[in-house]
Structures are given as C-alpha cells and as structure tokens.
C-alpha cells in the first residue's frame, strides 16, 4: 500500500479489519500502512486456536502514532478477570486513548475444547465484563459470583484513562448485558442498518443512561467499479453466513428466514448487510450504516486481495463519506 494522508473532513471513525488467517508476522507492516492510508482503527481477531489478541494488539500499537487499536472478541472463559484488568490496564498506560476491548462468551465448540465452558455462559460474560471494568477504574474487588471469584483485588496503579470495554452479542439478552454492565457492544458482519437500529434501541430500553452506548459494527466490504462484480464477490460469504444460521437476530431483520434452504444473495440484500459497490455505492451504505448507529464502521475485505481492496477504500471511498 502506498502512503495516503488522512481524510479531511468530521466523519464517523472508520477501521480496518486484520484477517483472521493472515501471517501474524505482517501484523506490524499491515498496521502501519493502515495508519498511513488514514484510517481511524484497526481491529484484531482473537479466534481460537491462532493468535492472542492481547499480544496482537500490544505489537498494532507499538509501532504506530494515532491509530485506535480495538480487539474482538477475547472469550470470558479463557479470561482470569484480574489478569485481564492487568493487562489491558498496561495498554491503556503505555498507549492512552487508544485501545478498546471487547468480551464474548466463547464460541461454544471451542470453549469446550479449551475444558473452559461455563455452566452459564451469559452470568460469566456480565461478571467477568463488570469485574474487569470496575478494576480497571481503580476500584478494589471482593466478589463471590457464579463464576468470578476475587479478594480485595486492586490494580496498582490503574490506569489514567480507562479504554472502553465492549460486549459482542447480537441477541437481546446480550446487548441488554452490553447495556448495563460494558461501556457499548460490538457487532459482527452481517448486521445491517435495520439490524443495528434495532441493537441500539433494545440496548437502550434495557437499561437506560445518560450516556450513549459506544457502538462498533463489523461490515463486509467490496469495491469494484462494476458493482455487479463486487455483489458476486460477496456471494458466497453471504450464503455461508446464512447457512451456518449463528445470528439469527440479524438474519431476521434482513428478512432471510434461517430455516429455508438459502437462496442465491439478491442484489438488494447484499446492498442490506454490506458496504459493496462502485466508490460513490460504497460510501452511501457506509452512511446508511453511520446513520442507523455505527458509532465506529469497521471494514472486513471480502477477498484475498485485502491490501488492495483496503487501499482503494481509502483512496476512493473515505473522502466520499
């Protein structure tokens, strides 16, 4: 990628998505030509068995300057809470106002490969999510909970500016979780501007504050001057994530019915659940997806060829949103 100053102009932040699969060891070059393109965040992936997303996102901030570093999903059950305050308090000392981290349940499967399976997944999320929250701002914890378990534990010292600490769920109970115990939630691909105003709305009538709930959404992305071409790219992403039915909430909301056999991805459903298309195309659904609540849109590359596709969003989209 070649170097591109960064877009003028106020906007929603915008990140890039670090492939799941790709060589850890180009971690480094990757986040600094993603700083360079003048993108807002970069996001790693902790999936089991790959790479730590911790470590992932210590190496992403240290050799860049502005970039927002965010990590989804780091799994509660392979997660002590007080080791967990540590060591993001530590990146929130070493690189303050620029790391968000986001909890999860744990994919069940994997979980139970690690022997780490809790017999209630969402009580483990909420106390491991607030424990870690309230020691990361300086409280001191005893707590005797179903699945966390602590004594006058205290970060010394925490951290001047606690980061924002996300929940990843996209069904009711979980983002009612996200509501009342996380600063905000953290949606994946698939969700699209209809499933996201509803995300907040039901986050918001679960627990009302004061402040908004922080919002980040992860988008499929494709530009191809022919947008035909960029909605055939996204076909079979599309189809396997209807197929594999793990999000029915925002299946429901882009009106697929997870129960049928899937159907070829009709042009408008792709334009639904994805930022695809010619530049112009491709800006107008990233605001589609900033005006129903994206907070920060998150671009995931559809392709082999992220680098490229990452560089011409930069160099042809962003200036448009």
């Not at 470590?55 to 570093?69: D, G, H, K, N, Q």
């Not at 996300?166 to 996380?182: W, Y």
């Not at 908004?212 to 079979?236: F, H, I, K, S």
């Amino acid at each position: 990628m070649a170097e591109l100053s960064s877009p003028k102009g106020a906007r929603a932040p915008i990140g890039v998505v670090f492939p799941a699969r790709a060589d850890v060891a180009t971690l480094p070059a990757f986040a600094r030509r993603t700083e360079a393109l003048g993108f807002d965040e970069l996001w790693v992936i902790e999936d089991c068995f790959l790479a730590g997303g911790l470590v992932m996102a210590a190496s992403a901030l240290a050799v860049t300057r502005r970039l927002r570093v965010g990590l989804g999903l780091m799994p509660v059950p392979l997660r002590n809470p007080a080791l967990a305050a540590m060591e993001i308090g530590a990146l929130a000392r070493l690189h303050p106002g620029r790391f968000t981290a986001a909890f999860g349940h744990g994919v069940r499967e994997w979980m139970e490969q690690s022997g780490a399976a809790p017999a209630r997944r969402m009580a483990a999320l909420a106390e491991v999510t607030s424990t870690v929250r309230a020691l990361l701002a300086g409280d001191t914890i005893t707590s005797r909970g179903s699945y966390v378990n602590l004594t006058g534990v205290a970060l010394d010292p925490p951290p001047d500016r606690p980061p924002p600490i996300l929940i990843g769920s996209t069904g009711p109970r979980g983002l009612a979780l996200a509501r009342e115990h996380a600063d905000g939630f953290l949606l994946p691909e698939g969700c699209g501007p209809a499933f996201i105003a509803r995300a907040v709305g039901q986050a918001s009538e679960a627990a009302p504050r004061a402040r908004p709930p922080l919002v980040v959404v992860y988008a499929w992305m494709r530009v191809e001057d022919d947008g035909e071409r960029a909605r055939l790219a996204l076909r079979p992403v599309v189809e396997e994530w209807i197929e594999r039915g793990l999000y029915p909430e925002p299946a429901a909301a882009a009106g697929i019915d997870s129960t049928r056999t899937p159907a070829p991805v009709r042009a408008s459903l792709a334009l639904d659940l994805a930022v695809v298309g010619d530049p112009p195309a491709c800006a107008a659904s990233a605001r589609r997806f900033i005006d129903a609540g994206a907070g920060t849109l998150v671009m995931v590359a559809v392709g082999s060829d992220h680098d490229r596709q990452y560089e011409r969003f930069a160099r042809e989209v962003l200036p448009l949103i």
